[in-house]
């Protein structure tokens, strides 16, 4: 959700901003990140790879309180929630007479689904061969804040790809401290990922790569949007970053990288709301 909220704080100065819109955009990231969450669960379970050696909190079907057709069926009943919901969004950005770009939207929106469900799930399941890093970073990066952004201002200002770095780097982070935890488990099941490729060093590295790009991407993009002092403050968001990537790279034990992963996820969250906040009340 939070590149959704940080492209539309980013188009305020640039268009008669709709709320209406913003209440789309945002209940489609809901339904897609619930929709995520489901098939994440229901693919590693029925490839056994959550198990009990698994490191982390115990998922649906791990605990058996969902059957796997039941967990099938919503993640279905996410997926028409989701297209229902981006297909309002979509006509009320373009209307009726927008055909071709509304045809685009569509087929992205379609393509977030798809993306969702093969992350963990079906034959060929993306995540299993290195390449979630690369699809979180395009869905939750760069189509989520540019997206949003061109459905409010139905232009593309070429500064809102830092901002898209930004978040894209941050929410791969977070992907990267799961997949550091469960590397052990996730090598041992064949299933490949950046950071069990690295290794635990080069794992960490990495991730202090995607935190220190993401906090000079900040800077970058919030200037052109910056009228204003108070325009910058969210780069205050840089500080808890910094902290949060030393304790991980003191960290050694795996299920000590539990504890790192929604502090992360909340610290990208927070600095899209002071995004969104300082360019509602400093005009």
């Known amino acids: 959700m939070a590149g959704i909220v940080t492209g539309n704080a980013l188009a305020i100065s640039h268009t008669d901003f709709s709320w209406a819109l913003f209440a789309g955009t945002l209940l489609t990231a809901v339904t897609f990140q619930i929709l995520s969450n489901f098939a994440n669960d229901y693919g590693d379970g029925v490839k056994g790879t959550d198990n009990d050696n698994r490191v982390g909190p115990k998922r649906v079907l791990q605990q058996k309180l969902l059957s796997k057709k039941t967990l099938f069926n919503a993640i279905v009943l996410m997926g028409i929630a989701g ?3 981006a297909m309002g969004t979509i006509a009320l950005a373009f209307g009726l007479e927008e055909i071709q770009r509304s045809l685009v939207f569509l087929g992205l929106t379609i ?14 399941a993306y995540g299993y061969y290195a390449l979630g890093d690369l699809f ?5 990066g760069g189509l989520a804040v540019m997206g949003s952004y061109y459905l409010q201002t139905q232009s593309l200002h070429p500064s809102v790809w830092w901002m898209a770095l ?16 469960d590397m052990e ?26 935190l220190l790009t993401s906090s000079v991407c900040l800077w970058i ?18 500080i808890p970053l910094l902290f949060q ?4 790279l003191k960290t050694r034990s795996p299920i000590d990288f539990d504890v790192l992963l929604k502090p992360l996820a909340l610290t990208t969250f927070i600095l899209s709301l002071l995004v969104l906040v300082t360019q509602l009340l400093v005009q």
Do not use: E, Q
Request: hydrophobic fraction near 50%.
């Open 245 to 248: 990537l030393y304790k991980t």
């Open 111 to 124: 393509a977030s689904i798809f993306a969702a469900y093969k992350y963990t799930a079906g034959k060929g």
């Open 136 to 140: 979180v970073f395009v869905f939750f």
């Open 83 to 85: 297209l229902i919901v």
């Open 185 to 210: 488990n996730d090598t041992a099941m064949g299933k490949k990922t950046i950071a069990s490729l690295l290794g635990g060093n080069s794992a960490k590295t990495y991730h202090a790569l995607l």
């Open 166 to 181: 930004t978040i894209g780097c941050l929410s791969v982070g977070v992907l990267n401290l799961n997949n550091i935890r």
């Open 221 to 238: 993009g919030l200037k052109p949007f910056a009228d204003s002092f108070w325009h910058y403050f969210p780069v205050v968001m840089v």
